[in-house]
C-alpha cells in the first residue's frame, strides 16, 4: 500500500488559485500574532455585535471567507462543490449557538431541517453538525445537569420541547439518509447534552448510525465513557456514533475549575490528552463493526494512527465506518492528501450569517494563535508550495 505523504503541498493546496494560497498565506501570518488576534476577537468581532460600520465587512472578507462556507446555505454550495472535485465531503453545520429564546431555537430548528432537505440532494454532504445551545438556552441545561433532571414543572416543559427539536432532527435525518453529528460543549452543560444524545442514538441508530455523539478527550473521564457507551450501544442493540475531539474550551475549563475550587476535568498536560485521544482511535478501530468512527482532528500524529491501523488490520479504508474529518480553512494538507490516498475525509462547513457564527469565529482565531507544531506547520506549507509555484 502506498504511504501517504503528508509533506506533499502540491495536492494538499491543489485546490486553490495562486491569489486563493497568497490569501491564506496573509491570514495564518496576522493570525500567529497573538496580540493582533486578540484584539481582533475581543474588539473587532464584538464590534460586529454593536453593529459598527465597517466591521462586518471586514470579518466577512477575511476569517469569515476563509473559515466559512457562506451566509446561507445557497451561498455555500460553491464551496461544497469545491471540495467535492477533490473527493472531500462536506459536513454542513448551522452556526447557531448559544441563543436564548424559543423564537431562535425554533429559527435554528428549521434552518437545520431545510439542512437536511438539502444533504439528502447532496451525495458530498453525508452529515450534518449541530449543537445543543442552538435549540436549547444554556442555563436550562446547567440546571438539568446541576439537579439531575429534578426541574420544576414549567422548565421540565422545557427542557422536553428542547428533546422534541432534537427528536425532529434525528428524525429526519434517519428519514432522509442522512447522519447527525452533535457537537461537545462546555463541562458545566455536557451532561445535558450526553443525556439528550444517548437518547438519540437509541431511538434512531437502531439499523445504521444516524446521531453521533462527540467525545472530548480532553477530559479525564471520556475514554471510559466510550467504552461504557458501547457496552450500553450493546447491552440496548443500537449502533455507537463516535466522533473524537480533543477539545475546545481547556481555557474556560481551567478558569472555572479554579474559581469554583474543583478539580479541573481536563487532563493536565497535552501528552495525556495526546494519549487518551489516541487510546480511543485504537478502541474505535477494534469495534469498528460497532463504531462509526470520525476521528475530526487536526493532528497529523492522530491521522497517521488511524492509517497505521487501518492498514494493518487489513480494514477496507472507505469503509463507512472509519472517516476522518478537519474544520474548512484548516489542515488542508492532512484533508487533501487523505482523500488522494482513498480515504472518507470531509471538512467540517459552517454557514449562517456572519453575526451568528461570531462564537465559531473567535474559537478558530484563537486556536490559531496558539503556536502548536501543527498551526506553524501548515503556514509554513503554504510558504513552500507558493515557492515551489514560483519555480515552475
Ligand atoms: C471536525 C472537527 C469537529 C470539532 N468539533 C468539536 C466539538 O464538537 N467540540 C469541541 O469541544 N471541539 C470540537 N473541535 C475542536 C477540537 O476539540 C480541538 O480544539 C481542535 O481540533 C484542536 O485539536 P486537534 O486534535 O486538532 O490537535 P492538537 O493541535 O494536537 O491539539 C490541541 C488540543 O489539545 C488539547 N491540549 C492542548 N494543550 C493541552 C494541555 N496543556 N493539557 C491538556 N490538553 C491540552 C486541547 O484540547 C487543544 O485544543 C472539532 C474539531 C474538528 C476538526
Known amino acids: 500500500m502506498g504511504k501517504i505523504d503528508f509533506s506533499d503541498t502540491q495536492i494538499a493546496f491543489e485546490s486553490k488559485s495562486d491569489k486563493e494560497l ?23 468581532l464584538k464590534f460586529i455585535k454593536w453593529g459598527i ?7 466577512e472578507k477575511t476569517i469569515f471567507s476563509h473559515f466559512c462556507g457562506g451566509k446561507s446555505l445557497e451561498d455555500s454550495i460553491i464551496t461544497i462543490k469545491d471540495l467535492e472535485k477533490y473527493e472531500v465531503a462536506t459536513v454542513l453545520d448551522y452556526g447557531a449557538e448559544g441563543s436564548e ?5 425554533d429559527r435554528t430548528l428549521n434552518q437545520t431541517l431545510k439542512s437536511i432537505d ?50 425532529k432532527i434525528c428524525k429526519a435525518a434517519s428519514e432522509k439518509g442522512v447522519g447527525i453529528m452533535i457537537d461537545a460543549e462546555e463541562s458545566p452543560i455536557q451532561d445535558s447534552i450526553d443525556f439528550l444524545v444517548e437518547k438519540m442514538m437509541e431511538k434512531h441508530n437502531q439499523t445504521k448510525v444516524v446521531v453521533y455523539q462527540t467525545f472530548q478527550m480532553y477530559r479525564r473521564d471520556k475514554l471510559d465513557y466510550l467504552k461504557k457507551l458501547l457496552k450500553d450501544a450493546n447491552d440496548k442493540g443500537y449502533l455507537l456514533g463516535a466522533k473524537l475531539v480533543r477539545g ?15 478539580p479541573s476535568p481536563i487532563h493536565t498536560t497535552k501528552v495525556d490528552t495526546d ?14 463493526q460497532k463504531i462509526a468512527l470520525c476521528n475530526a482532528s487536526h493532528n497529523l500524529r492522530s491521522s497517521e494512527l488511524m492509517i497505521e491501523l487501518i492498514e494493518k488490520g487489513g480494514l477496507q479504508k472507505d469503509h463507512a465506518h472509519l472517516n476522518f474529518c478537519q474544520l474548512y480553512g484548516m489542515s488542508d494538507y492532512i484533508t487533501y492528501n487523505l482523500a488522494k490516498g ?16 461570531i462564537p465559531y469565529l473567535i474559537r478558530r482565531a484563537e486556536e490559531n494563535t496558539t503556536v502548536t507544531g501543527e498551526i506553524g506547520r ?3 506549507m503554504i510558504l513552500d508550495e507558493l515557492k515551489r509555484r514560483r519555480k515552475k
Open 248 to 262: 475546545a474550551y481547556m481555557e474556560k475549563e481551567r478558569k472555572w475549575a479554579k474559581e469554583g475550587g474543583y
Open 101 to 105: 429564546d424559543e423564537e431562535d431555537f
Open 342 to 357: 482513498g480515504f472518507n475525509v470531509a471538512k467540517y462547513v459552517p454557514y449562517g450569517p456572519v453575526k451568528e457564527v
Open 275 to 288: 494519549n487518551a485521544y489516541d487510546e480511543g482511535i485504537r478502541f474505535c478501530i477494534e469495534n469498528y
Open 22 to 44: 497568497k490569501f491564506m498565506e496573509f491570514l495564518f501570518r496576522m493570525m500567529s500574532k497573538q496580540k493582533l488576534t486578540n484584539l481582533a476577537s475581543s474588539v473587532g
Open 53 to 59: 460600520p465597517g466591521a462586518r465587512y471586514f470579518v
Open 378 to 380: 501548515e503556514h509554513q
Open 118 to 167: 438539502f444533504a439528502a440532494t447532496y451525495p458530498s454532504v453525508p452529515v450534518l453538525s449541530t449543537k445543543v445551545t442552538g435549540i436549547a438556552r444554556t442555563q436550562l441545561l446547567k440546571d438539568y445537569q446541576k439537579k439531575r433532571g429534578n426541574l420544576e414543572l414549567e422548565e421540565l416543559q422545557e427542557f422536553n420541547r428542547a428533546y422534541e427539536r432534537l427528536d
